[in-house]
């Protein structure tokens, strides 16, 4: 019989956890990235990033168990292609479509937590997460990073389920029967600073009914599913070049958007908002996604430090320069951008 794997505890400390406006420690190594120009110091880049920052160790020792070395250009036990390695992130080609493996356990990291893992032979991991006013967030991962299921011990002993994956029979979806994908930034888009409009805009129903619910993944991956829920742009919110980080100034755009969500949170325990990155199309599209996965968590990280949005309520997502807002191969501010979708009805029931 296998030996119980070991549990890794760790106090989640103000220096172990990223702030909104810290971008990630990791530099950019192609020359032809969503970067600014090359004379830039800063701009150079090493593949190698603080593992100490943002608890990334756990997920790179369930990669290295369940997938294989992560090494840029190896083939994984999966079949995927290792494209980049930016220590925080690992982006792989599968079946012709770049795909990006994180921690999503990272936005959960408070400063005062207690955090317990446990990674199995197959490089899932369980981790707890304790609060210090006791509340308990408990989430499986697969090997891969993804959240197969979590759920919230509240300090009274409740337990509300958030995502729950785990024992979902994975139905294959027909995208040819999904509804067409709508256009997606509408001409009147809701102003950030109208909380009343974000929340009904966030509490509105699916575009269209398809009689079935759907896995976190299945969301994540295929737009014509996603796009059955609402979408909300955060028009005021856009990006410096090759940066993922929000200042102060731009994350007081999200107060608004912040009370909305937890009205809608504190309805709906088990509420489930996806936070979507996006960059422009200069560069390499491995490292866009990368960059836009990681606008995406800056934007979530935003609405939990500074407005109090319950974190494990969040997901985030990137999606590089796939779907631009304005059509140019050329730096485009408005295509650097983030969204956000209240994606519980395509979770639940469909």
Known sequence: MAADPEVVTEEVTEDTVRSADEDFDTKVTAATTEAPAATDPATTETATADSSKGGLSTFEKALALGLGAVVVGSILKNGDQ?????????????????????????????????????????????????????SVV????????????????????????????????????????????????????VALSDQAALEAALSASLLAQTGRSYSLEQVRDIRQVRALAPQVELAAITFETGSAAIQQSQADELAALGGAIR????????????????????????????????????????????????????????????????????????????????????????
């Open 82 to 134: 290792v494209v980049s390695n930016s220590g925080d992130r690992v982006v792989v080609q599968r079946d012709g479509e770049l795909r990006v493996l994180k921690n999503d356990d990272v936005l959960l990291r408070q400063a005062g937590s207690q955090v317990a893992s446990r990674t199995f032979d197959d490089g899932s991991t369980l981790t707890t997460i304790t609060r210090e006013d006791g």
């Open 138 to 189: 408990t989430t499986i991962r697969a090997a891969d990073g993804t959240v197969l299921r979590r759920s919230l011990t509240r300090v009274d002993g409740t337990q509300v389920q958030l995502i729950d994956d785990l024992d979902r029979t994975s139905v294959p979806v027909e995208v040819s029967t999904l509804p067409p994908v709508p256009q997606e930034v509408t001409t009147n888009p």
């Open 263 to 350: 009205q809608i949170v504190a309805q709906n325990p088990s509420a489930i908002f996806l936070v979507e990155g996006h960059t422009d199309a200069v560069g390499d599209a491995g490292y866009n996604l990368s960059l836009s996965d990681r606008r995406a968590e800056t934007v979530a990280l935003a609405l939990s430090q500074y407005f109090q949005v319950p974190p494990e309520n969040l997901v985030t997502q990137g999606y590089g320069e796939q779907f631009l807002k304005i059509q140019t191969e050329a730096g485009e501010r408005a295509n650097r951008r983030a969204a956000v979708r209240n994606i519980s009805e395509l979770l639940t029931n469909g």
